[in-house]
């Protein structure tokens, strides 16, 4: 593929715990909830922003509202789209939360990819996660997840070679494939890919543990540049 007609977008769903404050009472009770995995993914915003200032970005959007508000990652109607301190809102309310939250992001990133594609650019698309360590009890075993759709031959291939390309600068992390959820899984990007065929665009999720953010940070930058580095490489 010519590098002059291919595009590289980055995002971040989950980049922060923020709460618009007419919702505030909604969320009595639950700071120990926006401040754990739950709220937001942990270190992800860093992490994309590394992505943001690296060579090979064209754009990047970013969210730092809370998923639990509004879960940007997930379709229009979606039984989870609300978390359980919004569900229980009016309908004006949620309609309200949908208008002024989640439809201008996805809008935004939506809008720049359509644009792109009707310019006959070929779209790559990274959106960039991080999960915790452990769940339900129970510890997840990767450092780092590539998540693809295996029907799609583009991300297949990228995901493996970017996965060489990890493992030349440190084969210390264990990295897995569709773990910890299947790339074809209800998200953003599955929408993307419904809506653009493979000759048209490529979306991958970027998973990270959150052990990294939460301990060494020195070792938390390392894998950073490793994962930026090894990206630029493969692609």
């Known amino acids: 593929m010519s590098l002059s007609r291919r595009k590289v977008i980055f995002t971040c ?4 715990n923020e709460l618009p404050s007419e919702f505030n009472a909604a969320f009595d009770g639950a ?3 926006l401040t ?4 937001y993914d942990i270190g992800a915003l860093e ?3 590394k992505f943001a200032e690296s060579k090979v970005a064209d754009v990047s959007f970013s969210s730092t509202t809370s998923r639990l508000l509004i879960e940007l990652n997930r379709s229009r109607h979606h039984p989870k789209l609300f978390s359980e301190f919004t569900q229980p809102l009016s309908e004006e309310e949620k309609r309200k939360i949908v208008t002024q939250h989640y439809a201008p992001y996805r809008d935004k990133v939506e809008g720049q990819i359509n644009e792109w594609i009707q310019d006959g650019f070929y779209v790559f698309h990274l959106s960039v996660h991080s999960f915790t360590p452990v769940l339900d009890g129970d510890k997840r075993k990767a450092d780092i997840g590539l998540l693809y759709n295996p029907s799609r031959e583009v991300e297949q291939l990228f995901a493996s070679k970017w996965r060489q390309e990890i493992n030349k600068l440190n084969s210390d992390y264990k990295v897995r494939y569709n773990y ?3 790339g074809t899984s209800d998200g953003f990007v599955t929408l993307l890919r419904r809506k ?3 000759d048209q665009y490529a979306g991958l999720e970027l ?3 959150q052990k990294f953010a939460l301990g060494n940070q020195e070792e938390w930058s390392q894998l950073q540049e490793v994962l930026v580095q090894s990206f630029e490489q493969a692609l």
């Not at 769903?13 to 922060?16: Q, V």
């Open 36 to 39: 754990s995995h739950r709220g």
């Open 196 to 198: 653009h065929g493979a």
């Open 180 to 182: 910890p959820y299947k």
């Open 13 to 16: 769903e989950h980049g922060g």
């Open 207 to 209: 998973e990270v543990n």
């Open 47 to 49: 992490l994309f922003q």
């Open 31 to 33: 700071e120990e909830a």
